[in-house]
């Protein structure tokens, strides 16, 4: 039989120094954590989630018309309409079920989870660790950092001892509760792996990795230290594959439960906004920029208006305090704007042209449109329309060279009510200049009134002006 390499190493403990098989296990019960006590200590904490919502969908059109050379009235396509509803493609409501995890944090019956495992759901069944079922209300969901709050019409309820997630170190144990695959109470075990780890497009969530087997299921569910304090939320996975490969990803307690609180509370989350696109500093940029080594937020581009733009910051600048915590990289920025109370007034260092600056900046908040405002179709909410950047391909086929984003959809709103059409070219708004879509988002959001503002459209290949009012 093989063995491991730690195994190796007492056995050769055993040779070398007469350790007796019996002191050997008790050295090994020393050196590796016991969970026992804490899985029986939490287990009653950790629920089970179900959901379920009906949505509408529709069969693939494939139309029977028989053996050719058969006629139209062929008894079988008779045949196939009765029995076979669908099968001309007709859309049909279908009852769609998920499984994922949570834990209470509080004994009248609040429940922590993520966003993703309640979206949308019509119904949401909690099941107890005594296998008691109840029907839980939805308090509140965000998206950006997948937490949501539920709660059930229970008291009594044993809560979980929440812990400190800011004084974590990579390479401690860990504990995860789940319901992995429908599979309650699944206990599985690990090590913190990284911190303050970003993903794609999860730029407000520093996240613990850990090497904990987190599988379906497991979304919601809670992460433990070693104390069996809980120090996160269980909620992606990276894999090539749909299952667990090593690399889990949970939201940190302290950013879940102020998010729970803003939920509770208020019934949405608010975030910090400083008004930067920012990009790492890599070692070409930081012998560029004189800074000997890659440290800070690069500052590619300023917002009008913004925050940042009115405390001085620049394009080019480096950022490398924010409020008094250091930022070593460019991924750690986010978090610290976002966590910052609205209206406060932070002190920010920053690096230009090799010399050190401290600026204030009073912070803003930050809303779905800021949010939305880099990518390359966003909603713009205020005038009810979609839109996107357009393509190299499309700018020579517009003539149009730099400007423009491409209308992709229009409800009924102020946009609707001023003639724009799906299709249109939109390059100039209120007398400024539409580059992309974060252009148009801008300069929406600062059109107040009912007096009408011109809006310069392409419309096949054609100039055309329209007048736009928010308010009619």
């Not at 029977?64 to 309409?81: A, E, H, R």
């Not at 308090?139 to 997630?165: C, H, Y």
Request: proline residues 6%; negative net charge.
């Amino acid at each position: 039989m093989k063995q491991s390499g730690y195994s190796r190493l007492l056995y050769a403990m055993v040779l070398v120094c007469g350790i007796g098989f019996a002191q050997m296990s008790n050295l090994q019960a020393a050196i590796l954590p016991d969970f026992t006590q804490i899985v029986k200590s939490n287990s009653n904490v950790v629920v089970n989630i179900s959901t379920q919502k009906t949505a509408e969908v529709g069969m693939p059109s494939v139309p029977f018309n028989g053996v050719p050379g058969m006629p139209d009235n062929d008894p079988f396509k008779d045949f196939f309409k009765r029995f076979f509803p669908n099968q001309e493609g007709q859309p049909h409501k279908q009852v769609l079920r998920s499984l994922g995890s949570g834990f209470i944090i509080s004994s009248d019956g609040y429940i922590l989870t993520n966003a993703h495992v309640v979206k949308d759901a019509d119904e949401i069944v909690v099941r107890l660790s005594d296998q008691r079922e109840k029907s839980a209300k939805l308090i509140g969901s965000d998206e950006q950092s997948d937490v949501a709050l539920i709660k059930i019409d229970a008291n009594g309820l044993p809560v979980a001892n929440l812990g400190d997630s800011s004084r974590l170190e990579v390479g401690q144990w860990v504990l995860a509760i789940g319901s992995p695959f429908g599979f309650d109470h699944t206990a599985t075990q690990g090590i913190i792996s990284a911190l303050q780890r970003n993903l794609p497009n999860e730029s407000y969530v520093p996240f613990i990795q850990t090497d904990v087997a987190v599988n379906p299921g497991n979304s919601g569910g809670p992460l433990f230290d070693a104390s069996g304090k809980v120090i996160g939320i269980n909620s992606q996975i990276y894999s090539n594959n749909g299952g667990y490969i090593g690399l889990s990803f949970a939201i940190p307690i302290e950013l879940a439960t102020n998010v729970a609180e803003q939920l509770k509370t208020k019934g949405v989350v608010t975030r910090g906004w400083l008004g930067v696109l920012i990009q790492p500093v890599n070692q070409d940029l930081a012998d560029a920029f004189k800074l000997g080594h890659p440290q800070g937020a690069l500052v590619a581009e300023v917002t009008p208006g913004s925050p940042a733009d009115k405390a001085g910051i620049r394009s080019g600048d480096i950022i490398t305090q924010f409020n008094g915590a250091a930022v070593g990289s460019s991924e750690q920025l986010p978090p610290l704007v976002a966590s910052t109370a609205v209206g406060k007034s932070v002190p920010i260092k920053v690096i230009r042209k090799g010399n050190q600056k401290t600026l204030t900046a009073t912070i803003g908040q930050l809303d779905k449109a800021v949010l939305a405002s880099t990518e390359d179709t966003v909603e713009v909410d205020k005038l009810a329309i979609t839109v996107t950047n357009l393509s190299q391909e499309q700018r020579q086929k517009a003539n149009t060279g730099e400007l423009g984003v491409i209308v992709q959809s229009v409800d009924k709103g102020p946009a609707a009510n001023a003639g724009i059409r799906s299709g249109d070219i939109i390059v100039n708004l209120d007398h400024q200049e539409v580059h992309n879509t974060k252009d148009m988002v801008s300069i929406s959001e600062h059109l107040h009134g009912d007096k009408p503002v011109p809006v310069l459209v392409e419309r096949g290949q054609h100039p055309l002006f329209l007048a736009l009012k928010i308010h009619a």
